[in-house]
Each structure stands twice: as structure tokens, then as C-alpha cells.
């Protein structure tokens, strides 16, 4: 990747010794060896530094292409409803550290006096709904709001939740059932989490019945404070008005 970048850069433009002496051409700055020490000098290191997307499930294509598709399926369209989405995920403990802002002070949840985790681990996992701990206890890798541990992150109906396809909506809105198929059209959102058709995995009493939270999966979180709530591969916060097919 670097050689190819530098054979661009050295095509596009000279680069002189001096003023008054020779040019470097880009033909002999390639024949010099390569060093293999330093920053970035194999394809795994980059890896680490740069969290990698995942591959659209619909299909790289444009969304305008996914929204015709969606329409094309049914022969009466399904009802359409506007709500505004949301992001949740389960954040990670390896990455609640103190080097990173994190208050890391031991601390317990109500539900679980006898354990002590980080505080703004235990802040995150008791609003998201769960976390991902960094040793597994009892063989279990989940430690839940309520204070349990689990093997697997788990939705209202005792489901897996399915990363950047589950959804939560409130638990009283009519509109929706458990396991029900909707459809997300909004290009930011497609483009983010890579499909458009969404199933209705978890509920909650903490969101609106105008709201839609997107399931994004493991991950660090974004920041102390407030970003705490936010995954740090995940670029959307809150998506407003979005249309939202619903199939009843």
C-alpha cells in the first residue's frame, strides 16, 4: 500500500534534490529497499489502528438501488411509518481504560453487590443491557444490568441479539411484535450498518414509542463522559424522521 501510494505521489510531482542540482526520479526511489521496521511496515499493523467495516449484507449497491428493490418485493406496499432511530451495542470492558479517560475505580451493581468491575464499565453495561467482560466468569462472558451472567446477549424473548440487524422498540407499541421483519430506509443508516431490513429482537420501557434502537453489536465505547453510550465504530448517534416500512 505504501509503495503504491508513493509511486502516485512521485509521478504527480518532481521532487528535486536542490534547487540547482538533479532530479530524483520515482524509478530510483523505488529501488531502494524497503525498510522492515517502523510505523505501518506490515499490512497487520494498519489493522490494528483502523477498526474495519463490515461488509453490506444486501450488497455493495447504491441505496436508491436497495429502495427500489424493497418496493419491487410487494405487490401492495406495506404501511409506512416515520420514527427516529438510535444506536445501542455492548460495550466491551478491555476497553474501559484508565489511559483512555475511564473511571476505572471498582464499583458494583445493586443487583450484584459481591463483584467489583470498573464504574464506567458498570454505567454502560447497566443502560445498554449488557457488557462484554474482559475474563470470562464461570465460563460466561456477559454480565447483564440485572446483575446475572450469561453465555450470550440475550433479547426479550430469551433470543441472541443479531449485531446490525436486531432492533428494540417500547415494549407497549402496538405496531410491533417479536421477530417482526421492518424495513429502514434511510441512506446513512444503510450505508452504516449495511442493510436495510431490520427484526424486532428486543423491547424496553426506557424508549419512546416513536423510537427505534439499532443493535450494533461488541465494541469499545467512543469516549469518557457522554460517549460512553456511543460504539467507537459507529458514526451514527440519532437518525430523525426516518420512514420505516412495516409489514403486518
Known sequence: MARLLLTFLLTAFAVPVSAAG???TWREILAVPEKKEGLFNEPESFADVIPPRMVAKDG???FTQVLKDVYDTFENPPETHYFFCTVYYTPQES???AERGFNTA????KALPSKKFGTDFLKATYVEGFGRLAKPYNGRNYLAYNGRFHTRI???RNNTLKPRESIAVHRRNSLFSSGRRVWI???ELY???GAVRMEVGDTGGGLFRSQIDLYWGEDDPLGPGADVWRPASCDVAVRWIVPVLIWR
Not at 471498582?106 to 451493581?109: C, F, K, T, V
Request: charged share 20%; aromatic share 10%.
Open 22 to 24: 538533479p532530479v530524483v
Open 60 to 62: 455493495i449497491r447504491p
Open 95 to 97: 476497553g474501559f481504560t
Open 106 to 109: 471498582p464499583d458494583s451493581l
Open 154 to 156: 440475550l433479547g426479550n
Open 185 to 187: 430506509l434511510d441512506p
Open 191 to 193: 450505508n452504516e450498518f
